[in-house]
């Protein structure tokens, strides 16, 4: 019951929508290459966009890693959105934060289990090839 | 006073995670990890942060406050595919609004190969870099300080057997203990080259410039022997190996090869390929 209460949640919170949407990237479509890369992408849930200055924010982890993504409805707010998204990542030895069109990804190796960065690699690789 | 304390409570939050954000280093590109966390190489390409500086700065260009390696990786644990340079060139970073320089004198490894454009020549799988690259970036006392940090690393180098094409106008890199001119207008201008075994140690500065007066001269060196035949100005003393330039004969590109280990494939392992939806289905 549980689950499927978060799988509506998710759904409410990128939309129904397959269809790419006009302006550039959407969430929907990090999600499609994370899956493509082989990515594993756990326990994401919404979370406050505000602090993203985002319109829609999801949290989890991908393979392991804590991994935000974001959309927003202005380039103006993405910037302020990687401060943002900075600000997040704390002091994990190592972090990323990234733009692709209207969308966002930060993410952060927080308990040191990507020591020569090759999970983020993907990730990464995988976010900013989304077209 | 409750509003005085919240108020005090926010600024210590927020002067707190402003310090946390300045703890991270910028890097743009993969790059040497620090030795105090671990070791290795870090294989992010993407501009990304790190709770740690360089070990070595020399080997690193600043872009305004990121730092881009510039090296070879071999020395540092890199494991994947590796491609023949030969002297000074552009490194290929993505997301860099500067050009960034690689001063390693002689042959070295990139992870990348060299883009297919007029100003590189790649003969027999080596890439000689044949536009003049501004003078800001080759100033002589980085040059020094990055061939020195990789001083001890010459095993490391491919050994390479070719004539550099005639447009390109970088210095010789001659690897060995010692050198014996035996060639007729040849001078080199050198106080001496003082051996610490098992390398080489050239007082400053650690070129040894030979002025070629023609083509096809040969510099003896120790066993096998190096051959210098281009008119090109300076030959550079590294340490042993072998390294034949100019020699029109066979061509030898070697050099302890990587290979491409997919340990990113674990990760494979745990997925379900395919069958989880992702987030929005």
Same mark, same amino acid.
């Given at each position: 019951?549980?689950?499927?209460?978060?799988?509506?949640?998710?759904?409410?919170?990128?939309?129904?929508?397959?269809?790419?949407?006009?302006?550039?990237?959407?969430?929907?479509?990090?999600?499609?290459?994370?899956?493509s890369a082989g990515l594993k992408a756990d326990n994401f849930q919404p979370t406050d966009p505000t602090r993203f200055n985002a319109t829609k924010?999801?949290?989890?982890?991908?393979?392991? +890693?804590?991994? +935000?993504?974001?959309?927003?409805?202005?380039?103006?707010?993405?910037? *302020?959105?990687?401060?943002?998204?900075?600000?997040?990542?704390?002091?994990?030895?190592?972090?990323?934060? *990234?733009?692709?069109?209207?969308? *966002?990804?930060?993410?952060?190796?927080?308990?040191?289990?990507?020591?020569?960065?090759?999970? +983020?690699?993907? +990730?990464?690789?995988?976010?900013?090839?989304?077209? | 006073?409750?509003?005085?304390?919240?108020?005090? $409570?926010?600024?210590?939050?927020?002067?707190?995670?402003?310090?946390?954000?300045?703890?991270?280093?910028?890097?743009?590109?993969?790059?040497?990890?620090? $030795?105090? /966390?671990?070791?290795?190489?870090?294989?992010?390409?993407?501009?990304?942060?790190?709770?740690?500086?360089?070990?070595?700065?020399?080997? /690193?260009?600043?872009?305004?406050?990121?730092?881009?390696?510039?090296?070879?990786?071999?020395?540092?644990?890199?494991?994947?595919?590796?491609?023949?340079?030969?002297? #000074?060139?552009?490194?290929?970073?993505?997301?860099?609004?500067?050009?960034?320089?690689?001063?390693?004198?002689?042959?070295?490894?990139? $992870?990348?190969?060299?883009?297919?454009?007029?100003?590189?020549?790649?003969?027999?799988?080596?890439?000689?870099?044949?536009?003049?690259?501004? @003078? $800001?970036?080759v100033k002589p006392a980085r040059v020094r300080v990055v061939n020195a940090e990789y001083?001890?690393?010459?095993?490391?180098?491919?050994?390479?057997?070719?004539?550099?094409?005639?447009?390109?106008?970088?210095?010789? /890199?001659?690897?060995?203990?010692?050198?014996?001119?035996?060639?007729?207008?040849?001078?080199? #201008?050198?106080?001496?080259?003082?051996?610490? @075994?098992?390398?080489?140690?050239?007082?400053?500065?650690?070129?040894?410039?030979?002025?070629?007066?023609?083509?096809?001269?040969?510099?003896?060196?120790?066993?096998?022997?190096?051959?210098?035949?281009?008119?090109?100005?300076?030959?550079?003393?590294?340490?042993?190996? @072998?390294?034949?330039?100019? @020699?029109?004969?066979?061509?030898?590109?070697?050099?302890?090869?990587? #290979?491409?280990?997919?340990?990113?494939?674990?990760?494979?392992? #745990?997925?379900?390929?395919?069958?989880?939806?992702?987030?929005?289905?």
């Amino acid at each position: 019951m549980t689950r499927l209460f978060v799988v509506a949640a998710l759904v409410a919170a990128v939309g129904c929508s397959k269809k790419p949407t006009e302006g550039g990237v959407r969430l929907e479509q990090i999600s499609d290459a994370f899956n493509s890369a082989g990515l594993k992408a756990d326990n994401f849930q919404p979370t406050d966009p505000t602090r993203f200055n985002a319109t829609k924010c999801l949290a989890g982890q991908v393979d392991n +890693i804590d991994t +935000i993504v974001c959309e927003y409805g202005s380039p103006d707010a993405l910037a *302020l959105g990687k401060k943002a998204g900075e600000q997040w990542a704390g002091n994990a030895t190592t972090a990323a934060v *990234l733009g692709n069109g209207r969308t *966002l990804l930060a993410v952060a190796d927080r308990a040191h289990t990507d020591p020569n960065g090759k999970t +983020i690699h993907k +990730i990464t690789q995988a976010f900013t090839k989304t077209r | 006073m409750r509003t005085r304390s919240i108020l005090l $409570a926010l600024a210590l939050v927020v002067a707190f995670a402003a310090r946390a954000e300045a703890r991270h280093v910028r890097f743009l590109g993969p790059h040497p990890i620090a $030795a105090k /966390y671990g070791g290795g190489y870090c294989y992010i390409e993407a501009p990304h942060m790190h709770v740690y500086g360089p070990d070595r700065p020399n080997l /690193y260009q600043q872009v305004g406050d990121d730092y881009v390696f510039t090296g070879d990786p071999t020395p540092f644990g890199y494991e994947g595919d590796r491609h023949p340079f030969y002297g #000074h060139h552009p490194v290929m970073v993505d997301g860099s609004p500067e050009p960034v320089y690689c001063l390693i004198d002689g042959p070295h490894f990139h $992870a990348y190969a060299a883009p297919s454009t007029p100003d590189y020549r790649v003969k027999n799988g080596v890439a000689f870099y044949v536009s003049p690259i501004p @003078a $800001a970036y080759v100033k002589p006392a980085r040059v020094r300080v990055v061939n020195a940090e990789y001083r001890p690393y010459v095993s490391f180098r491919p050994q390479v057997e070719v004539a550099p094409p005639p447009e390109w106008h970088g210095e010789v /890199y001659v690897a060995g203990p010692s050198m014996e001119v035996s060639a007729p207008g040849v001078e080199v #201008h050198a106080p001496g080259v003082e051996v610490r @075994a098992p390398g080489v140690f050239v007082p400053p500065p650690p070129h040894v410039s030979v002025e070629v007066g023609a083509p096809g001269v040969i510099v003896a060196g120790p066993a096998p022997g190096v051959f210098v035949g281009p008119p090109h100005g300076r030959v550079v003393v590294g340490a042993p190996g @072998a390294v034949v330039v100019g @020699a029109p004969g066979p061509v030898i590109v070697g050099g302890p090869r990587g #290979h491409w280990e997919r340990h990113e494939e674990k990760h494979w392992e #745990h997925h379900d390929n395919g069958r989880h939806n992702g987030w929005h289905k």
